[in-house]
Structure formats: C-alpha cells, structure tokens
T-cell receptor
Framework: DAGVTQSPTHLIKTRGQQVTLRCSPKSGHDTVSWYQQALGQGPQFIFQ???????QRGNFPDRFSGHQFPNYSSELNVNALLLGDSALYLC??????????FGQGTRLTVV | RKEVEQDPGPFNVPEGATVAFNCTYS??????FFWYRQDCRKEPKLLMS???SGNEDGRFTAQLNRASQYISLLIRDSKLSDSATYLCVVNSETSYDKVIFGPGTSLSVIP
C-alpha cells in the first residue's frame, strides 16, 4: 500500500513565477491537507480539501490555491512567488479527522 | 495567544534520562490530539494519539488534561534515536476539520 506521495521532491523557481505541487493520498483516504513549513518552524496549515472542495483555510493569501480531483489527489498552486515562499510544502491525507499521514514533502526554493 | 503552544526547547538530555514535553491549546472545542515526530529534513510521522484516559506505548506516555487544555508527552529511558522534533497537533472537529500544529520542541539525546 503506497503511502502519501508528493511531486516533485525539489523545485527551484524565480520570484514572480507560478508553481504547481502534486499530492496523491494514502489509499482509502479522502481528505487532503497542505502545509508550509519554514526552516526551524512547525508546519503551518494552508488549506484542506474534501469531496473536491476547500473546507478550511489557514492564514495564507489568495496566491495560494488548490484543487482536489475525483480520485482524491490534490494540487497546490502558488502564483507570483515571493522569496518568502521558500519552504518545505507538506501534503497530508486522512480519513476525516483521524490521524494524518504525510508525504515526504516538496522543497521549494524561490530565487 | 497562539492556538497551540509548546515548550520552546531545545532539550538536551543524556541517554537513559526521562524527558517531558508540554503543549497547551486555546480552543476548548478541540476533540482530537496527537503527537508527531519529525526528523531533520523529513516529514512528520505520527508518534501517538492522545486519549482522555491517557495512553502508553512502550517508553512513551501521553496525557490529556481537558480542564487545563494541556497535553503532555513523557519519554522514559531516552535513546539516541529519540533525537528529533516533537510536534503537538490538535484537531477541532467542528463541521469541518482543521488541524493545528504546534511549533515543535527539539530533543537531542546525548551519549
């Protein structure tokens, strides 16, 4: 049983560009959450998707958007990248409010 | 006040020591609580759920005090392999699920 998979694992983008990160949840999980983790800090909740809709959102600007597909996989899009967007982006899947399982993350560097 | 707060750390302890981490949360409606462990540059992994009656898993004991909105994690007989960052996580099971991570407490077990 594959766990949560994210792609790509590493990414370098230029300030002002747009980026799309992808996540496939653990088999049987229907909820996908995205987090941003800056160096030395705990993960910060970006948003959560369930049944293809955004259910909850953290304190992130509209430049951060997402999507969930019928197969429960999800994408995170970030527009107009800033240097401060450089971080580890983590995807976690769960079955409703149960324990979340994380992917290995995508390390985004904005230069 | 932040929604989830943890001991600032870092904790540096000798092998075999007992160490306790504390976590407080602000939302009295929170229903689910977890401890995650995160190794350097890796994704967080579930260490244990925290139940109202308290629970133990080998050398690890988690306790919940709803009245004080306080969660603890006790590690007995520390091993070198316990060195990691420990994240307190709180879910608020309202109509929608929201997950909140604490900033984490770093533990280094020294030979």
């Amino acid at each position: 049983d594959a766990g949560v998979t994210q792609s790509p694992t590493h990414l370098i983008k230029t300030r002002g560009q747009q980026v799309t990160l992808r996540c496939s949840p653990k088999s049987g999980h229907d909820t996908v959450s995205w987090y941003q983790q800056a160096l030395g800090q705990g993960p910060q909740f970006i948003f959560q998707y369930y049944e293809e809709e955004e259910r909850q959102r953290g304190n992130f600007p509209d430049r951060f958007s997402g999507h969930q597909f019928p197969n429960y996989s999800s994408e995170l899009n970030v527009n107009a990248l800033l240097l401060g967007d450089s971080a580890l982006y983590l995807c976690a899947s769960s079955l409703r409010a149960r324990e979340a399982f994380f992917g290995q993350g995508t390390r985004l560097t904005v230069v | 006040r932040k929604e989830v707060e943890q001991d600032p750390g870092p904790f540096n302890v000798p092998e075999g020591a007992t160490v306790a981490f504390n976590c407080t949360y602000s939302n009295s409606a929170s229903q689910s609580f977890f401890w995650y462990r995160q190794d350097c540059r890796k994704e967080p992994k579930l260490l244990m759920s925290v139940y109202s009656s308290g629970n133990e898993d080998g050398r690890f004991t988690a306790q919940l005090n709803r009245a004080s909105q306080y969660i603890s994690l006790l590690i007995r007989d520390s091993k070198l392999s316990d060195s990691a960052t420990y994240l307190c996580v709180v879910n608020s099971e309202t109509s929608y699920d929201k997950v909140i991570f604490g900033p984490g407490t770093s533990l280094s077990v020294i030979p």
